[in-house]
């Protein structure tokens, strides 16, 4: 791409999403402004705009390696900062069916941290390049030519004024959609379509000094398989030798307040695994509680008109359920797809080209995560889908090349038509035939049968 020398980036945000879009594109502008609303913390510390850090953040393994990509040895950064480094196949122990899924050593690395930690490490890396230039600005709105649909600037609180920061092009990053329909409706266009599911979660994060932890994972998962279960639970390592223990709760199921209550309901869940590892452990700090109503996806990639030198990233896109690990994950995907569209696409054509190549991958994380947590919103076709990843589920207890298929897929290091070959396919038939057949055996005989059998 043919950048003049005068040209400006700004990203708005400086969460996960607005670093790695920052670190991707900075190589590119002459100039990057990278605008925050929060304060930012000099040593690892949750921002008072991300309420969410207090609970369990996951970066998967695809996720880990664009982020390794986008900050070359960020392994040794995050190592020194106290993340543990994990096999998500051979630490994990994964109670999401009957049985737990199997174990073994696999290509599926990454590390365990707190969300802060993260950012943190993150941070250091992109306030230390050259041409990049931090302010503290509250984002008032986009300046935009209606005539050309160009954005042009960014509104900006200072103090108790405002004013403009020029931009020959803005990353989205601020965590919200509203600014990019904002910017819609201020261009006369139409408000970009979305996909909207209320999921109605609410959290509750504990992190704990000494917790038993069996020699055979350093993490736990436990998920409910049968309908009325609202609670998943995990367990995982982080930094200072702590472990970050979260409640989920679904519908009017609130998540408790309190130490007494945290543990009761982790009395509560499907396996006794994450109560007993904290049975003797001490809750370090206060229980952390956050709700999260619902995710939303704006579908960019159907709007008819879309503004000029302006693209939307992270949970400015599409907002997933941040305890999966999608969120950072995504966002780092995202900041590669960016990097190497630079090389080859103009700034006026770059939003389209970013579509084309992001949406599918948004749109499999987008099913997958309905599918997992949504049970009550889904379509007939998700249904069926539903059924297959039930049956998968099982399976990958006592198979482990379809264990190791899903973590892949679930990783974003394999496309999900890894879970749909032959084989497969063929197991699972089998796996929902063998279900059907207890299922029926299981069914007491009707009342009628019976008493025409006394007759036969």
């Known amino acids: 791409m043919k950048i003049k020398p005068a040209d ?8 996960i999403a607005g670093l790695a879009a920052a670190a991707a594109l900075a190589p590119f502008f002459k100039e990057v402004r990278l605008l925050e609303r929060d304060e930012l913390p000099k040593r690892s510390a949750a921002r008072k705009s991300v309420p969410q850090s207090y609970q369990v953040h996951g970066l998967l393994s695809g996720g880990f390696r664009a982020m390794a990509k986008l900050f070359p040895d960020v392994e040794r950064d995050l190592e020194a900062l106290g993340a543990v480094r994990v096999d998500f196949s051979a630490d994990y122990r994964l109670e999401v069916s009957e049985q737990p899924w199997m174990q073994d050593r696999s290509h599926l690395i990454g590390y365990s941290m707190s969300r802060p930690l993260v950012e943190h490490a993150l941070r250091q890396r992109v306030l230390a390049i050259p ?21 042009l600037g960014v509104d900006v609180g200072i103090g108790g004024s405002s004013g403009r920061i020029p931009a020959d092009f803005v990353i989205d990053a601020s965590g919200r959609p509203n ?28 992190n704990f000094a000494n917790a038993s932890i069996p020699e055979a994972f350093k993490a736990v998962m436990t998920y409910p398989i049968n309908q009325g279960e609202r609670r998943s639970g995990i367990l995982a390592p982080m930094e200072e030798g702590l472990h ?32 007993e590892a904290l049975t003797n452990a001490e809750l370090v700090g206060e229980i952390e509680r956050f709700n999260f109503p619902s995710s939303t ?60 190549q992001i949406s599918p991958t948004i749109g499999e994380i987008w ?27 099982q399976l990958a207890s006592v198979n482990q090349v379809i264990a190791t298929t899903l973590l892949e897929v679930i990783h974003l290091t394999r496309p999900g038509s890894a879970l749909a070959t032959a084989q497969i396919q063929e197991l699972v038939n089998l796996q929902m035939k063998t279900a059907e ?14 008493e025409s059998d006394r007759f036969d």
């Open 8 to 15: 400006r980036l700004v990203v708005i945000g400086a969460g």
């Open 244 to 275: 970050k223990a979260t409640l989920v709760c679904s519908g009017d199921l609130d998540a408790p307040t309190n130490e007494a209550e945290f543990r009761h309901q982790l009395n509560e869940l499907r396996t006794s695994t994450i109560a």
């Open 367 to 393: 099913k997958s995560a309905v599918i997992t947590q949504g049970r009550e919103f889904l379509s007939d076709e998700n249904r069926a889908a539903a059924q297959y990843q039930h049956h998968l589920f």
């Open 437 to 450: 057949k207890r299922r029926s055996a299981a069914q007491p005989t009707p009342p009628e049968a019976r």
């Open 297 to 356: 996806w704006l579908h960019w990639e159907k709007a008819p008109r879309k503004p000029r030198r302006y693209l939307p990233v992270g949970d400015a896109h599409c907002r997933f359920n941040p305890v999966y690990g999608q969120g950072m994950s995504i966002a780092a995907i995202e900041a590669i797809v960016l990097q190497e569209l630079v090389h080859t696409t103009d700034l006026e054509n770059l939003f389209d080209s970013y579509l084309h």
């Open 179 to 206: 600014l990019g329909q904002e910017l819609m409706k201020s261009l006369g266009f139409a408000e970009v379509p979305k996909s909207v599911v209320d999921f109605q979660l609410s959290y509750a994060t504990g």
């Open 131 to 151: 041409n990049l230039v931090f302010e503290h600005r509250r984002v008032m709105g986009l300046a935009c030519d209606r005539q050309s649909s160009r954005v």
